[in-house]
């Protein structure tokens, strides 16, 4: 135990007390023999400028989250719809709109063609549903298709899943923030000029709603979600009361509508136009990416959900589809700033200067920039995933204070924002890049099921395989089509991108195993003492308290210690050595010109040579290099000092038998070695070290 007990007499004979020393007890909460744990003091920083940062981070983002209290940030059914769903959702918002930009070339029979494709899409959305509620069941921990792919088919073809939904789950965010935008424009035309601006505030607002933890984005994003869903549902019963009485007529088009075309609707075109709707399956996987998000249990919570989330896009996505065509409803040119198709169709029942029609463009907006969490739930927690089983780097698989995955949440947000960028948020342009991924997904999926019921043959397995072998050759037939139609239009970038970064993640993988290997201990092998000699070398600027503080830890670590002074002055080194040599007697120095005045080469050099000169039948020994920094009491002064022991580091590290080791000496030291200093021997006065010249 850390501390101990001391007896304490009493004024009366017989009297005794114990006093337990408790130092930990401000810090740690001591639970055994050896183990602490550390209480949130303990992690608080020490210096003003820490201090202020962390009181501004959690003013941002909210207190630090034990990892305990991970299971109260759980998300019920309630919150995970908004969270998990309203990409999926939010999608009927403009994947009608794709599919009439297609097929308008027809004329009037654009509209008749118009709901044809969209029951395809819906009918194709039922089955990939029902596949991915077995996903969530089959496989709790999440990861959805990635997990699948690497379990049941191969590793890399899991990789393959991987990437493409690690560009599905970016494209998202681009997506939905863009159209989010365009619905804003919808109402007020005068935004178009400040499109990019807005996409770019709206991800920096929900990237920090996404730090500050899932129970907390989710009650930020519930209310917009049903209200949108809500008023959406109000407009399709509208609408289908007004066509089933008859009441629906075609509305004159508006100024910035496009021109309806005199071709006719063949297959190829009807292809292209269910290529394009079928942006509307987008984010119904997340839901199974996602379900150790869910609370327990978490595979029944989650199935429930994504049924629930499967029939309100249905529902939502065929009604738009059939008000849209039965009031004739023409998409406007693609960056007039025009109004979009969901606006009109809100029109048709709500009337255009309805306060209503309002909200629901508010909410719509609101959705759709929501939508974009969907990914900031889903992409950290595959990015997770990866870096555990070493395809990407390890930091992705850290928690932040609020318990979120913050290194994924940062990089999404900073490459979506790079794509609203470069495709000056117009959600046309960036659609033919959004649906290759999503199919791909799709597609390993469901395959990876088939075998998965095969292998496991459960109660009903062949009604679930039978399910899943249809879901795999629709959507392979789909992912063809969406490649082949949009291939040009920059589908091509996301057929590069994938066998891209399958190739990176390949890459880290083997850095990763590769030093597993190195480091890994041999069986049965027990630690024992060192069978190494070892020296110590320390380089120093000049004679001070920090450089006798790096002599003294020298000589604790071996008795084979020498001090290097590189100088491009004879004089100067001439007076070191005098000095040397009446203050650090016992210790050589080796003094070394450098005439070119550099610093790092000679000293690696110098090492060199000591290598060499080591006997060849002997184990050549580990070199300590221990190197003196002095720091200073404020960040700002400490830009001053050390640069030249921090270049020194960065060379020497990875340097083969050299441990570099720093030795910081502090302005607040001079107290403590004053009291060491035997009694009578006379202060030295503190001179701060100087820069080796370099």
Known sequence: MIGGRRSLSGRKPGDKRVRVERPHAAYFRYTGPNQLVAKPEASLPRTGLGRSIRRGKAWLIGRPLASEEEIGERLSKRLALPIFSSDAISSSAYATEEILRVLVVGGALAFVATIQVAAAIAFLLAVVAISYRQVCRAFPNGGGAYAVAKTELTPLLGLVAAAA??????????????????QLISIAPELNTLRVAIALTSIALITVANLRGLRESGNIFAIPTYLFVSLALLIVAIGGFRIVTGQAAPVPPQDEAMH?????????????AF?????????????????????????????NTLVIMAVLLAILFIGISIIAAAYHVVPSEEGSGGPTVIALVAQTAFGAGSPVYYVFQLSTALILFLAANTSYNAFPRLA?????????????????DRLAFSWGIILLSAVAAVLIIAFGGVTTLLIPLYSVGVF?????????MVLHWRRNREPGWWRRMAINA????????????VVFEKFAGGAYLVVILIPTLVGIMLFINRQYAASARHLALRPGYVVKAPFREERAIVPIPSLNRATVRAINVARSITSEVSAVYISEDPDQSAEMRKEWDRRV?????????????ALAGPLIAYLDVL?????PGKVQPITFVVIPEYVARHWWERLLYNQSARRLRSILIGRAHTVVVGVPYRRDDDRSDRQDRPLGEPDEPAEPPQEVAS
């Open 165 to 182: 939904l690690l560009i599905d789950y970016v494209m998202t965010v681009a997506v939905s923030t863009a159209s989010a935008v365009e």
């Open 260 to 272: 309806l075309g005199t071709q006719t609707i063949g297959l190829l075109l009807l292809l292209k």
């Open 275 to 303: 290529a394009s709707g079928s942006v509307a399956l987008t984010g119904t996987e997340a839901i199974a990416n996602g379900v150790p998000a869910f609370r327990k249990p978490e595979a029944k919570n989650a199935a």
């Open 384 to 400: 997770a995933l990866l870096a555990e089983d070493g395809y990407i780097p390890r930091q992705f698989s850290f928690r932040g």
């Open 440 to 448: 791909v997904c799709f597609t390993l999926s469901q395959g990876g």
């Open 470 to 481: 249809l879901g795999t050759i629709l959507t392979a037939v789909v992912l063809a089509i």
């Open 585 to 597: 007697p016992g210790v050589p120095l080796v003094i070394v010109e450098s005439p070119y005045r």
């Open 611 to 615: 290598d060499k000169a080591w006997p």
